[in-house]
DNA sequence: CGGGAGGTTGAGAGGCCTCAACTCTTGTGG
DNA sequence: CCACAAGAGTTGAGGCCTCTCAACCTCCCG
């Protein structure tokens, strides 16, 4: 159940046989959770980190005109909100995207296994450092780079990302997300994506129906978005 | 040396001497450097993190038609680039933005102290999480918030994490940062920052000579900005 | 005194926004 | 089995925010 976590996390580092149990052992079985749920509340104050076993996810934050903006979107083997046992207070609410199911483990628990296990803890701390890398990539996406080439990057992000929790299937993937959800998390109007969403087809760059995604032309894709996967940090390297 | 890092810690949570002993031993004696510094290069792998003495530094990221976002500024006290003891390369470069003191602390001596010292490991891991709570705050001020509404919401940032370690003079700050460097942090262009400074300056709001930042009107700014300094976690809660 | 960096201002262009209408799909109930 | 509603996607038109280009000013320093 924990599967997708662990085969992330010993892409990056060897995790022991006693390491992987102390980590199991500190998620309560997985619930079943919809669509478009909030399972963390922006401003709550969390007595628990939650571990997505499947399904999408979003972190957002909500302005006082209604409008959203959505920060990061996660993926099945993330661990969402790891921050709050640091935190306590959220700064942004998470949400599920697709029907999830979710793994809750209490801070008691991850403080307990931080004094018992360093390395894992530093694992675990690995986790919401590349969290933040992820930030900083949507923030040069979203200062510096076209409308298209942000698309491009956020797609180019979520193929890598899914490919490596076993997510994909050849060059395409589900991502089964509203235009108005996408631009929600990319700064832009749902009729702008629309639009962007039309250029990446009419360019032979993508074939997009429904939920689906098949990235066509790889090369060209992560040319427009300038793509490079080292912040999402999959290679293999001790902490 | 050390002191405007213990004093912004200890207000998330007290440390033990021994912890602050620690904490000390890990880093070695300041040396000075001059403004505009690279004092991390992008992609490089690095073997030690940095703690700014005293100074203001920017994390960035380069694209290829010479253009740059910055991040992140940080400010007397922060261990920028702590992350770096566990992603290994950088996703992004440091500079300094004026004269900086700068104590390097080895990975080597930083991995010591997660191994001895557990709570002061977690205050370091929140360390790099309040850092993906202000970059997720940076994020949706350029996804959604109006020019002004950024450099606001920067402005305030600034001022709070100043203020948490003994920086400001009243409701002033030095901010010698030239309008072109805004811009890149804002993700805006050098000339659009000088007109919204002037809005700014023509709407009462702050004094802004040379270097020099005064807030005239905080609860308007902070309304503008729709600031609240929660994400900074500068209130006492126990990890 | 000249040069360079930074700040300020004007003018025109363009990317993205808002408003609005229309289409398509899906699910529900009569 | 069809009518209808609701949600999502698509397209057009006009406008605004921000960009680029360019000029000029001020200040500082060699």
Redesign the interface.
């Known amino acids: 159940m924990t599967n997708a976590l662990i085969e992330k996390l010993s892409r990056r580092d060897q995790l022991s046989p006693v390491e992987i149990a102390a980590l199991k052992d500190v998620l309560d079985p997985p619930r079943a959770i919809a669509a478009n749920v909030d399972i963390m509340r922006e401003?709550a104050h969390a007595s628990h980190s939650l571990l997505i076993v499947s399904g999408l996810t979003a972190?957002y934050?909500t302005?006082?005109d209604g409008?959203?903006?959505i920060?990061?979107i996660n993926v099945t083997g993330d661990f969402v909100d790891l921050?709050s046992?640091?935190?306590?207070?959220m700064?942004?609410g998470v949400m599920t995207l697709t029907p999830c199911e979710i793994s809750s483990a209490p801070h008691s628990r991850l403080?307990d296994l931080?004094?018992k296990h360093?390395h894992l803890?530093?694992m675990l701390?690995?986790e919401?450092?590349?969290?933040?890398?992820i930030?900083?990539?949507?923030?040069?996406a979203?200062?510096?780079?076209s409308g298209l080439g942000h698309l491009a990057h956020l797609l180019c992000e979520l193929y890598v990302r899914l490919k490596a929790v076993g997510q994909t299937e050849g060059a395409g993937f589900d991502l089964p997300l509203t235009q108005s959800m996408l631009g929600d998390a990319?700064?832009l109007s749902t009729v702008h994506v629309n639009r962007l969403i039309a250029e990446l087809r009419r360019e032979g760059l993508v074939r997009w129906n429904q939920s689906r995604v098949e990235i066509i032309n790889w090369p060209r894709l992560a040319a427009i978005a300038?793509f490079d996967p080292?912040?999402l940090?999959l290679?293999n390297?001790p902490?």
């Open positions: 401003h972190r934050s302005l006082s409008r959203r903006q920060t990061e921050h046992l640091l935190m306590k207070q700064d942004h403080r931080t004094e360093p803890a530093r701390w690995l919401t450092v590349v969290d933040a890398a930030h900083r990539q949507w923030l040069v979203m200062g510096r780079r990319l700064g300038e080292t912040y940090r290679q390297e902490v």
